[in-house]
């Protein structure tokens, strides 16, 4: 790591130490409130907005050195979502497509699509915990992930031949 790299982890630092000082602000005075020695400088939330402002520049300049990659920071980003949504910090945010995809929201859908909607549902969320269990494994013993994770592709399967005795039903 060069001299600029450095350089760039210490402003990272001092930025995230000034966000930590502003939140703390917030949290006992609210965002409206302002400092009545410096009013010049604006309200708590302004001053939050910079300083967040201030990170986000320098998360961009150690991108650009290499020091930080867009695609580790969005799986964790991801991850993060996922296990704050799960702990109910944050409620699960729902697309248009997930709205209009809901049994009473899309009255152009036929009920044999929400069969389809829902099977596809299912097969996803099976999916997704065998990417989370390949990327953040939940155990170190080796014996029992496999056993997990041969459980899932047995979900998988199963829902795969429930859809290929459906679709037979439908030819006769």
């Given at each position: 790591?060069?001299?600029?790299?450095?350089?760039?982890?210490?402003?990272?630092?001092?930025?995230?130490?000034?966000?930590i000082q502003i939140v703390s602000k917030i949290r006992r005075f609210g965002l409206d409130s302002y400092n009545p020695y410096e009013p010049e400088k604006g309200n708590n939330q302004t001053?939050?907005?910079?300083?967040?402002?201030?990170?986000?520049?320098?998360?961009?300049?150690?991108?650009?050195?290499?020091l930080l990659h867009d695609d580790a920071i969005n799986d964790r980003m991801i991850w993060k979502r996922v296990k704050l949504e799960?702990?109910?910090?944050?409620?699960?945010?729902?697309?248009?497509?997930?709205?209009l995809?809901?049994?009473?929201?899309?009255?152009?859908?036929?009920?044999?699509?929400?069969?389809?909607?829902?099977?596809?549902?299912?097969?996803?969320?099976?999916?997704?915990?065998?990417?989370?269990?390949?990327?953040?494994?939940?155990?170190?013993?080796?014996?029992?992930r496999r056993k997990y994770l041969l459980r899932q592709a047995a979900a998988i399967y199963a829902e795969l031949e429930t859809l290929s005795e459906s679709e037979k039903e439908n030819e006769d």
């Open positions: 790591m060069n001299e600029k790299d450095l350089e760039l982890l210490g402003l990272l630092q001092e930025e995230c130490a000034e966000v001053l939050f907005e910079h300083e967040v402002g201030d990170v986000f520049l320098i998360i961009d300049l150690l991108k650009e050195r290499g799960e702990g109910g910090i944050i409620p699960k945010r729902k697309s248009m497509v997930e709205f995809m809901e049994p009473g929201n899309n009255p152009f859908l036929e009920d044999d699509v929400w069969d389809w909607i829902e099977r596809d549902r299912r097969l996803n969320n099976i999916s997704c915990d065998i990417k989370e269990e390949l990327q953040h494994p939940t155990t170190s013993d080796p014996d029992n």
